[in-house]
């Protein structure tokens, strides 16, 4: 695995800010000033949106930004496309600051660099899925014969061979969503952004369209945006997890993290639900040694999940493992230690939970 | 005496009142009754005018009555009209000549290809069997009873009327959906031409155009049926679902390609059911036009009125409504075809 650090950042936001209401200019003093939402929404009838957001998103990772309805999740994706205006700040993509674009910049922008899927699939009902397919090769002024291999190929990859004739109200809405897959492929942008594209489907049919997300993902490498409210769903498909509320950034990192050092009553609310040894790797909770343990129980990679060593242990509490990396030992794991590791979070005294009783 | 002079008193404008010359009414028979009896009309506050017009003119004879609001009106509108008809006259004419080419057309072409034509047109738009026995049916009756003519100069106005109130209504539809100010000018006249009298718009036009000229007609059935089809399309690209619009921008989409391949499109069913009304409007309007001599039906039905032709004008009202329901079937189908394509 190649280090966040040495990746390449695809998309930096700074110090963005964006306040809804009649003269955002003239509130975003006392936003800096450390105002919190409820505040400025009460004394200046202004809406907080986004406070002060700074995220590197890297090139090649599945960066998923969680958080409830109201946190600001679906307003800071849209920034990054300029379909919001940002009231402060920077939203560079390569370097180049996309809040300065001239309106034809813009769409060349969103033409070439940007594709996005929507939460409620958004086709274009008068169009064939095939036409909605090639969507962004038609914007672009690209006839139709010249689109239809690809928009064709594209389907086939996602799964709906031989649908391309039939309109977008004759699928289910698992297939419309594969659809707007298609769609975004299709413009062969870099830059994937999903806004919570999975959250209308139903649990089985989302659970297929994650595992196609990463397979995709693993083959094209795409610079994947992605918003969710699922923390499940952020656990399983995130390289790297922002956790937004009330329109700033609680928490940042790796999921694992995360989820090990929760720095915020918020975050363990919310992962006092999940279930931790399908989500904890072997790597987060091992000892990092090289010396081989006495009586080794068997060898584990590095990025099995604890649910799997649970079941090759049988329940034993006694064994010690060698966990690897490419067949190499990086460190040992004490069954002991996984089982402490499992010990789950309660939900806080303070936090959302009891607030809301 | 009257009754208000104590308010030209208290202003100090007596000077002004008699300085006013003979502006004064006729003498009301009340005043004369009351001259005669050699006493003043005595006024309780039970009968206490109100200060119209003509009783501050009773106090005060420079002070204007009532009738110089409608005189002068009317010669406010006389002197702007000869210049209004520089203006309006050439702009207008090609409207004559659209109607007197499809009268001239529709009379001068032989029934056998006029009829038939029609029914392909039907068949063409609605697909449907049913609906096209039924045109036959009924355009077969009327030329039966020798009302064929009058039926298809009727036929030939609405046509050229609702072909131009959608060539003009769709793109003022548009425009109003794209501005919130343009939409907040644009509706009171829309509700004033809804809401006027449909005798009234034919006042000023009587005196703008000769009766003579088709356009005269014409432009009364435009501003009428006009209405629905400009509020149905604004109404429909409002309607359009913001999320498909989002998707559109977010792949890049020029304003141009978003009217053209997302709002138009998705709002068809909308300005289609907009073009029905209008069709259904211009054939109330060419009824009551017949009046400024548009030809048609509506003639036989006012002659049923002024010569009490009881059988003329109920055949020819019935003309009407065979005529109106054929129109409406034949655009409602369309609409339904329209709507079943895009939406299951």
């Known amino acids: 695995m190649i280090k966040r650090s040495e990746k390449n950042t695809k998309i930096a936001i700074r110090n963005l800010y964006k306040i809804f209401g009649a003269d955002p200019e003239s509130v975003l003093g006392y936003v800096r000033d450390g105002m919190s939402k409820a505040e400025l929404l009460e004394k200046h009838n202004h809406v907080l949106g986004l406070n002060n957001i700074n995220v590197d998103v890297k090139e090649g990772d599945i960066t998923v930004m969680m958080g409830l309805s109201g946190s600001g999740k679906s307003t800071l994706i849209r920034h990054l496309n300029r379909l919001i205006e940002p009231t402060a700040g920077e939203v560079d993509l390569d370097g180049v600051n996309i809040v300065d674009l001239s309106g034809k910049e813009l769409r060349r922008l969103r033409r070439e660099e940007m ?39 594209w389907l086939d990859r996602v799964g709906l061979k031989g649908v391309g004739d039939q309109y977008p109200f004759q699928l289910s809405g698992g297939m419309q969503q594969r659809v707007g ?160 590791a499992l010990v789950p979070t309660a939900a806080s005294e303070e936090g959302l939970r009891t607030s809301a009783v | 005496m009257a009754t208000y002079d104590f308010v030209f008193r208290a202003l100090g404008l007596e000077r002004w009142c008699t300085s006013g010359g003979d502006n004064a009414a006729p003498m009301s028979m009340e005043a004369l009754v009351a001259q005669s009896s050699g006493e003043e009309a005595s006024t309780s506050i039970w009968e206490l005018p109100f200060p119209s017009m003509d009783r501050l003119n009773d106090a005060c004879q420079a002070f204007p009555q009532s009738r110089n609001v409608t005189r002068g009106l009317e010669q406010g509108f006389l002197n702007v009209k000869d210049s209004m008809s520089v203006v309006l006259d050439p702009l207008t004419q090609p409207l004559s000549w659209m109607l007197e080419a499809a009268l001239y057309g529709i009379l001068n072409t032989p029934w056998w290809i006029v009829i038939p034509g029609l029914m392909l047109i039907v068949w063409l738009v609605s697909k449907s069997w049913q609906l096209l026995a039924f045109v ?50 644009t509706i009171p006249i829309l509700d004033m031409l809804q809401t006027l009298p449909p005798f009234v718009y034919l006042i000023p036009l009587i005196f703008l155009f000769s009766v003579t000229e088709p356009k005269l007609y014409g432009i009364a059935i435009i501003l009428y049926a006009i209405v629905p089809v400009i509020r149905l399309t604004d109404l429909g690209i409002r309607m359009v679902d913001e999320s498909v619009i989002e998707a559109a921008e977010a792949f890049g989409m020029t304003d141009r390609q978003k009217l053209y391949g997302v709002q138009i499109p998705l709002a068809l069913p ?33 002659r049923g009125i002024n010569n009490l032709e009881l059988g003329v004008g109920l055949v020819s009202g019935l003309g009407i409504v065979l005529l109106a329901v054929m129109l409406d079937r034949t655009t409602k189908a369309a609409l339904n075809r329209i709507n079943a394509s895009q939406k299951g």
Do not use: W
Not at chain 1, 115 to 120: I, K
Not at chain 1, 124 to 153: C, I, Q, Y
Not at chain 1, 224 to 244: G, Q, R
């Open chain 1, 115 to 153: 594709s996005m899927v929507f939460q409620h699939f958004a086709l274009l009902p008068h169009r064939t899925v095939l036409e909605n397919a090639g969507m962004p090769m038609d914007v672009r002024g690209v006839p139709k014969s010249e689109f239809e291999d690809e928009a064709n190929k």
């Open chain 1, 181 to 340: 897959i298609a769609r975004a492929l299709c413009s062969n942008a870099p830059v994937m952004l999903m806004d919570e594209a999975f959250s209308a489907l139903d649990p089985l049919i989302r659970t297929d369209m994650q595992e196609l997300l990463l397979e995709l993902q693993s083959e094209l490498q795409k610079t994947v945006v992605f918003i969710s409210h699922d923390l499940d769903e952020a656990l399983k498909l995130a390289d790297h997890l922002v956790i937004l509320k009330d329109g700033y950034v609680v928490q940042q990192g790796e999921p694992q993290e995360i989820l090990i050092a929760p720095n915020d009553d918020y975050i363990v609310d919310f992962i006092s639900d999940i279930n931790r040894a399908r989500v904890l790797r072997v790597r987060s909770v091992m000892e990092k040694t090289e010396r081989p343990p006495e009586n080794p129980a068997g060898e584990v990679d590095e990025n099995d999940n604890l649910e799997s060593v649970i079941a090759r242990s049988e329940g034993e509490t006694a064994l010690t493992y060698i966990v690897t990396r490419n067949g190499k030992q990086i460190g040992t794991l004490k069954m002991t230690n996984l089982v402490k």
């Open chain 2, 136 to 185: 036959a049916i009924s355009l077969g009756g009327l030329a039966f009873i020798d009302y064929y003519s009058y039926a298809m100069q009727t036929l030939a106005i609405i046509m050229v009327c609702a072909f131009l109130c959608v060539l003009f209504g769709v793109p003022i539809g548009i425009a109003m959906s794209r501005s919130d100010k343009m939409r907040a000018g």
């Open chain 2, 270 to 302: 909308n300005i289609m059911a907009g073009v029905n009304q209008t069709i259904m409007m211009s054939l109330a309007m060419v009824v009551i036009a017949s009046l400024v001599s548009a030809p048609g039906l509506g003639v036989l039905v006012l």
